[in-house]
């Protein structure tokens, strides 16, 4: 009480029209305007889906609605910036109703917890500008602590306008310290600069972080019951697992205009956590791809167009953030983006057609000691069923291979790092390419018995050495077919500890097929089946363990299906009946050789330190408040991170081109030539596919072709 005593007396002239204005807002009305008949049919429909076709069904029961009072309070308000402990407390007694709720199709926790919500956005809209009317006294011993998932909900409405000031104060310090360097570097390269005091940027920072707030809340007021109640169901559907999800209408049809074709934009997928939008995949050949300065699992902060004043997009819905990245091609996106080490830089990506070319498999020649080696990079399992004569990423495959025999290439790399899956019927094929016939993977829906699909070719159209580069991003189908060339023995599967391990099947069911009704009820996506290796064990959890782990950047941040919440276990079912490769006259002892050549590698155990480093950065939640403080912070983290600047400096001293049915039409097509320059230079750079050739030019395989009984 004594804190909030003192507060008020030092902050009178913020807090008291901050009071005043939130009290006049009480008598609006704040309800929304809902559709109950709509919202009831769907929730009947989800629950009746779920229950009856979700490979893991829930028992709708009091641990389940506690499970989904939680998520939807936090899907609603995941940075804990609008309800308050109060508020929290006056939900308390739905928490274990709302599976009779669901079961009845009973609104009411849903209306008042939405209600509620409604009244602390106004609230904010009311005072954000209050508080920013004033100067922040960064001269003030004070923190603020950003990771939210840990974070308390605010005590009270006081506590909450706290909580609202420091982080206004943050962004603002942000804004202020780019301000104050840009001056500084401007100052040390020319002679005349007018020079602004603190004062004069501090209220030029403070101005746009009012103007970003703005734009923030003008969101807000464009949210409505359709966006509400989709986290609603979204807080129950993945309390099942966290692939099984509701896409709301306007949701569907975005998705099912990127699925078509081309999109302008950066060539990124994104994806919600929490509060932040997170760069989840980069799409091979795209522009953030080509530029190489955006990562997977960057943050992106704020958007600006061109030279224009960033938007700050914490706490945006997904959808909306998405627009304000894209656009047409030839225009710059400036993204302030938060790096794994916990470094803030503007990344300037010009935007460009994405294409879905750009996802195919493309392949490279490389020479070691006058021998020749290929290296296939599939992004994607891919197909296509809306043309006539579809391409897909096994015939695509087969040719490669086909031409890669006919070079005389000794050894193949395939690199799946970063392939999050696709068509499982082209992992199938592309599998059957390395191995004479057999099966490849076990689908099992939560009744009867698995189904064993199989290679049904006799034909090995490569029997030379294998190896499969993987990391903790390659997943689904990715991890099938390196599952399969592990159990076969096949092939040396080398890269990260091990993948992310999705072995899980959705399906996308349009719920206006199971119901007719007249307005649209957008689609569930459901988890229907789950993968099992020849062996017997699940890819679920545990993905495919490479055979040598290399270390990498992600080796120790949370980001695989394991890190995910309600994740559906591993388990083991019996193995299928099937022969193993006993081609390789050497395959331990060159993966013993290979963990030993990692062991002494300088770089390798550079690459390990950074990893430890960026997790801790990672696990440092607090922020400075005090300007010399949060510059000095920044400043020592820069100076740690130059210990890895050797990171960036690397070059394998290999020389990569394109194989000799490519080169004709490099000459006729300068935009190919031009990306393949680029993956060939990023090729000559890479340590992974160094030691991946270096695998495959020390496997031996006999002559002819040996089978073994399993």
């Given at each position: 009480?004594?804190?909030?005593?003192?507060?008020?007396?030092?902050?009178?002239?913020?807090?008291?029209?901050?009071?005043?204005?939130?009290?006049?807002?009480?008598?609006?009305?704040?309800?929304?305007?809902?559709?109950?008949?709509?919202?009831?049919?769907?929730?009947?429909?989800?629950?009746?889906?779920?229950?009856?076709?979700?490979?893991?069904?829930?028992?709708?029961?009091?641990?389940?609605?506690?499970?989904?009072?939680?998520?939807?309070?936090?899907?609603?308000?995941?940075?804990?910036?609008?309800?308050?402990?109060?508020?929290?407390?006056?939900?308390?007694?739905?928490?274990?109703?709302?599976?009779?709720?669901?079961?009845?199709?009973?609104?009411?926790?849903?209306?008042?917890?939405?209600?509620?919500?409604?009244?602390?956005?106004?609230?904010?809209?009311?005072?954000?500008?209050?508080?920013?009317?004033?100067?922040?006294?960064?001269?003030?011993?004070?923190?603020?602590?950003?990771?939210?998932?840990?974070?308390?909900?605010?005590?009270?409405?006081?506590?909450?306008?706290?909580?609202?000031?420091?982080?206004?104060?943050?962004?603002?310090?942000?804004?202020?310290?780019?301000?104050?360097?840009?001056?500084?570097?401007?100052?040390?390269?020319?002679?005349?600069?007018?020079?602004?005091?603190?004062?004069?940027?501090?209220?030029?920072?403070?101005?746009?972080?009012?103007?970003?707030?703005?734009?923030?809340?003008?969101?807000?007021?464009?949210?409505?019951?359709?966006?509400?109640?989709?986290?609603?169901?979204?807080?129950?559907?993945?309390?099942?697992?966290?692939?099984?999800?509701?896409?709301?209408?306007?949701?569907?049809?975005?998705?099912?205009?990127?699925?078509?074709?081309?999109?302008?934009?950066?060539?990124?997928?994104?994806?919600?956590?929490?509060?932040?939008?997170?760069?989840?995949?980069?799409?091979?050949?795209?522009?953030?791809?080509?530029?190489?300065?955006?990562?997977?699992?960057?943050?992106?902060?704020?958007?600006?167009?061109?030279?224009?004043?960033?938007?700050?997009?914490?706490?945006?819905?997904?959808?909306?953030?998405?627009?304000?990245?894209?656009?047409?091609?030839?225009?710059?996106?400036?993204?302030?983006?938060?790096?794994?080490?916990?470094?803030?830089?503007?990344?300037?990506?010009?935007?460009?057609?994405?294409?879905?070319?750009?996802?195919?498999?493309?392949?490279?020649?490389?020479?070691?000691?006058?021998?020749?080696?290929?290296?296939?990079?599939?992004?994607?399992?891919?197909?296509?069923?809306?043309?006539?004569?579809?391409?897909?990423?096994?015939?695509?495959?087969?040719?490669?291979?086909?031409?890669?025999?006919?070079?005389?290439?000794?050894?193949?790399?395939?690199?799946?790092?970063?392939?999050?899956?696709?068509?499982?019927?082209?992992?199938?094929?592309?599998?059957?390419?390395?191995?004479?016939?057999?099966?490849?993977?076990?689908?099992?829906?939560?009744?009867?018995?698995?189904?064993?699909?199989?290679?049904?070719?006799?034909?090995?159209?490569?029997?030379?050495?294998?190896?499969?580069?993987?990391?903790?991003?390659?997943?689904?189908?990715?991890?099938?077919?390196?599952?399969?060339?592990?159990?076969?023995?096949?092939?040396?599967?080398?890269?990260?500890?091990?993948?992310?391990?999705?072995?899980?099947?959705?399906?996308?069911?349009?719920?206006?097929?199971?119901?007719?009704?007249?307005?649209?009820?957008?689609?569930?996506?459901?988890?229907?089946?789950?993968?099992?290796?020849?062996?017997?064990?699940?890819?679920?959890?545990?993905?495919?363990?490479?055979?040598?782990?290399?270390?990498?950047?992600?080796?120790?941040?949370?980001?695989?299906?394991?890190?995910?919440?309600?994740?559906?276990?591993?388990?083991?079912?019996?193995?299928?009946?099937?022969?193993?490769?006993?081609?390789?006259?050497?395959?331990?002892?060159?993966?013993?050789?290979?963990?030993?050549?990692?062991?002494?590698?300088?770089?390798?155990?550079?690459?390990?330190?950074?990893?430890?480093?960026?997790?801790?950065?990672?696990?440092?939640t607090i922020v400075y408040l005090n300007y010399d403080k949060y510059a000095e912070d920044l400043k020592m983290r820069e100076e740690e991170s130059n210990q890895f600047k050797a990171l960036y400096d690397y070059k394998n001293n290999l020389s990569f081109t394109s194989p000799s049915y490519e080169l004709e039409a490099l000459k006729k097509d300068s935009i190919l030539a031009k990306k393949r320059e680029i993956w060939h230079k990023n090729l000559s750079k890479d340590i992974y596919i160094e030691e991946a050739l270096n695998i495959v030019a020390d496997l031996k395989v006999k002559k002819g072709k040996t089978l073994v009984k399993n």
């Open positions: 009480m004594k804190k909030i005593i003192k507060f008020m007396k030092s902050n009178y002239k913020i807090i008291l029209p901050i009071i005043l204005v939130a009290g006049l807002l009480l008598s609006f009305n704040l309800k929304p305007d809902p559709d109950p008949e709509k919202e009831k049919i769907l929730l009947g429909l989800v629950r009746s889906a779920l229950t009856q076709g979700h490979y893991q069904p829930h028992t709708i029961n009091d641990d389940f609605s506690e499970a989904v009072f939680n998520n939807f309070i936090e899907g609603l308000d995941p940075a804990k910036r609008f309800f308050t402990q109060e508020d929290i407390a006056s939900f308390e007694k739905y928490k274990f109703q709302i599976d009779d709720q669901i079961k009845s199709e009973d609104l009411t926790f849903y209306r008042v917890v939405t209600s509620k919500y409604l009244q602390r956005v106004q609230e904010a809209k009311g005072f954000y500008k209050e508080i920013l009317k004033h100067p922040f006294d960064y001269s003030k011993d004070e923190t603020f602590d950003v990771d939210y998932d840990e974070k308390e909900f605010p005590k009270n409405e006081i506590d909450l306008i706290v909580n609202w000031r420091k982080q206004f104060k943050l962004s603002t310090l942000s804004r202020l310290h780019s301000k104050i360097e840009a001056q500084e570097d401007k100052i040390k390269e020319e002679d005349s600069v007018e020079v602004k005091s603190f004062a004069e940027l501090e209220v030029e920072a403070r101005e746009a972080t009012l103007k970003s707030m703005e734009e923030f809340f003008g969101y807000k007021d464009e949210e409505d019951d359709e966006d509400w109640y989709a986290v609603f169901i979204n807080s129950i559907s993945t309390e099942f697992d966290p692939h099984t999800t509701y896409f709301a209408p306007r949701t569907k049809k975005r998705f099912d205009i990127d699925m078509a074709g081309k999109i302008e934009g950066i060539g990124a997928r994104l994806q919600r956590k929490g509060e932040y939008t997170r760069v989840d995949e980069l799409i091979s050949g795209g522009p953030a791809w080509r530029d190489g300065n955006l990562e997977v699992g960057d943050i992106i902060l704020k958007v600006a167009q061109e030279d224009g004043e960033p938007l700050d997009i914490v706490g945006m819905r997904l959808d909306d953030a998405i627009e304000y990245i894209k656009g047409k091609k030839g225009t710059e996106v400036r993204l302030t983006v938060k790096k794994l080490d916990g470094s803030i830089e503007i990344i300037p990506i010009t935007r460009d057609v994405v294409e879905i070319e750009e996802t195919f498999a493309k392949t490279s020649i490389v020479k070691m000691d006058d021998r020749k080696f290929g290296v296939i990079d599939l992004p994607k399992f891919y197909i296509d069923f809306s043309e006539k004569n579809f391409r897909n990423s096994a015939t695509d495959m087969a040719l490669e291979v086909d031409r890669l025999n006919k070079e005389n290439v000794e050894g193949l790399v395939i690199d799946l790092r970063n392939n999050g899956g696709g068509s499982l019927d082209t992992a199938i094929d592309i599998a059957g390419l390395f191995i004479e016939e057999g099966p490849i993977v076990q689908v099992k829906y939560k009744d009867g018995k698995p189904k064993v699909r199989s290679d049904k070719d006799y034909r090995i159209q490569w029997n030379k050495p294998l190896v499969i580069i993987v990391n903790e991003i390659s997943a689904s189908a990715s991890e099938i077919f390196a599952a399969a060339m592990q159990d076969y023995n096949r092939a040396v599967i080398i890269g990260s500890k091990q993948t992310y391990g999705k072995g899980t099947v959705q399906n996308l069911l349009a719920l206006n097929r199971y119901f007719d009704y007249e307005k649209d009820l957008g689609a569930l996506k459901m988890t229907i089946q789950k993968f099992y290796r020849i062996n017997g064990g699940s890819t679920q959890l545990k993905g495919v363990v490479s055979d040598v782990a290399l270390p990498d950047r992600y080796a120790y941040m949370d980001i695989g299906e394991r890190d995910e919440k309600n994740s559906l276990k591993w388990d083991k079912i019996e193995s299928a009946a099937y022969k193993t490769w006993d081609g390789y006259l050497n395959f331990d002892e060159v993966i013993n050789k290979s963990k030993k050549r990692i062991a002494e590698n300088e770089q390798f155990k550079l690459i390990d330190a950074n990893a430890k480093w960026l997790k801790e950065g990672q696990d440092d």
